[in-house]
């Protein structure tokens, strides 16, 4: 218990180290989880596009014009 | 030859194959730098533990300025020549530099204050990395502001080429001006100034992030390719007409 | 492919006006962008007491004198000239003998009496005992002793 609270404090400094790591960490990964969701959101809206256009399987909006 | 990378089918199934591999590299390279500077590497002889803020500030820095590079090289190659993925690679590129020189000026603060005991002064790398900053925002509102997306990357282009003067006056600001922040450690004449405990968290690192850097930019290239496809269907259908 | 050379001919002179451009301001303004003197700028220059500006230099060994009331007397040089400064309040980490150091303030009577003193370090990083190692075996280029 000693040691670790010892490490944290990094020859007390940890007040500054910790913080830099950890905002490093949330913006590498809050621009990683952005930049998928926007990959996977172009894919899907390109996928219903070009499925509603060729008319294989039509997308939402057709289907629900047929149901009424 | 040139031409053969700069389709996007053509990157779209480069980048399948690259990507786990670039992914996997960058998880690695993390593990191994977090492990070497937050564990496995000694203190400094002046600065003790802070000197552990370097191995993040620093690769920050470097990728603040490299991506700058990619980004006014893929401008000017996308004025030049027009090649479809140049622009696509600039647009992409942009957000990552910004967050990178978003955490050199937040990570070189935190270390400022215990070690120069300031946050923030005005000298010239400091300044000329806050103008950084600027550019790539001033890039990414340019290349949005206009409604028709050729002319919006034709002007931020530009802005990112006259910007890119900024890029050696960073490198060289702490040689050819007195400044707070130290001239550089690595990067010099006769050979690198950092004993080999400290000098490989800090390579690692820097690697980590590079590798970091393709991996989102593969991704937001794809995001940037779909979205184009997008764009182009939607004229096509309101051409013909939509029949609901 | 005539149009293509035509713009690159075109970045290219507009880079290299720009960089001519950048050049010349920056060296016009070099006044302003230098973050600090040195102790034989401020004997050469002749700057007149009551400016305020900062000093840039390493803190002479063995000129620190911590006197009562906080005020912490040292010298900084540049390994040529040396000024007295005066300064009260808290001094940063790295602030030892044969750091360097700047600090902000006004010249009064021949004594730079500082406000604020910021610590600067070098670019060399190494562990202490490779830094207590090098200084037995005489082979330290480092200023600090």
């Known amino acids: 218990m000693e040691t670790i609270s010892q490490y944290l404090n990094m020859g007390g400094h940890g007040g500054f180290i910790w913080p830099a790591y950890i905002i490093v960490f949330v913006v590498m990964v809050a621009l990683m989880i952005v930049s998928r969701r926007s990959l996977k959101n172009a894919q899907e809206e390109l996928e219903t596009l070009t499925r509603g256009a060729d008319g294989r399987s039509p997308d939402r909006e057709t289907t629900r014009e047929a149901e009424q | 030859m040139f031409h053969r990378f700069a389709n996007p089918t053509r990157f779209l199934k480069l980048a399948d194959v690259i990507q786990p591999w670039i992914a996997g590299a960058t998880l690695v390279l993390l593990g ?161 100034s950092i004993h080999a405990d400290i000098l490989l968290p800090l390579l690692l690192m820097a690697a980590a992030f590079t590798t970091y850097y393709l991996w989102v930019l593969l991704i937001r290239i794809r995001t940037e390719v779909a979205l184009g496809k997008i764009r182009a269907r939607q004229m096509q259908k309101a051409q013909t007409g939509y029949k609901g | 492919m005539k149009r293509k050379h035509k713009r690159l001919t075109f970045v290219f002179i507009a880079m290299l006006l720009l960089g001519a451009a950048s050049a010349l301001m920056l060296s016009a303004f070099e006044e302003n962008i230098v973050f600090f003197y040195s102790p034989t700028d401020v004997k050469e220059k002749k700057l007149t007491d ?96």
Not at chain 2, 48 to 57: A, C, K, P, Q, S
Not at chain 2, 141 to 147: E, P
Request: glycine share 10%.
């Open chain 2, 32 to 192: 191994a730098g977090l492990y070497f500077g937050l564990f496995a590497s000694p203190p400094d002889y002046q600065q003790g533990e802070t000197v552990r803020l370097m191995y993040i500030h620093v690769p920050s820095a470097w990728m603040a300025m490299f991506c700058y590079s990619a980004l006014a090289g893929s401008c000017a190659v996308a004025l030049i020549w027009k090649h479809p993925l140049a622009d696509l690679a600039a647009r992409a590129t942009a957000p990552i530099g910004a967050a990178f020189t978003f955490l050199a000026l937040v990570t070189g603060s935190l270390w400022g204050k215990p070690m120069w005991g300031t946050w923030w002064v005005w000298d010239a790398r400091l300044t000329s990395m806050l103008v950084l900053l600027f550019l790539y925002l001033g890039y990414i509102a340019l290349n949005n502001a206009f409604d028709d997306p050729q002319r919006g990357s034709k002007s931020s282009a530009i802005l990112a080429l006259v910007g890119f003067v900024n890029v050696p006056i960073i490198k060289f600001s702490v040689d050819w001006w007195n400044t707070l922040h130290q001239p550089a450690s690595v990067v010099k004449m006769g050979g690198p």
């Open chain 3, 50 to 145: 009551g400016k305020r500006i900062r000093l840039g230099g390493l803190v002479e060994e063995g000129s620190v004198k911590k006197s009562d009331g906080a005020i912490v007397m040292f010298r900084i040089t540049d390994l040529t000239t040396a000024l007295a400064v005066s300064y009260k309040g808290i001094l940063p980490d790295l602030f030892r003998e044969g750091q360097g150091v700047i600090a902000e303030g006004k010249l009064q009577g021949g004594v730079f009496k500082a406000d604020e003193v910021l610590a600067k370090h070098d670019e060399t990083y190494m562990p202490p005992e490779i830094a207590e190692a090098l200084k037995k075996s005489g082979q330290w280029k480092g200023k600090e002793k």
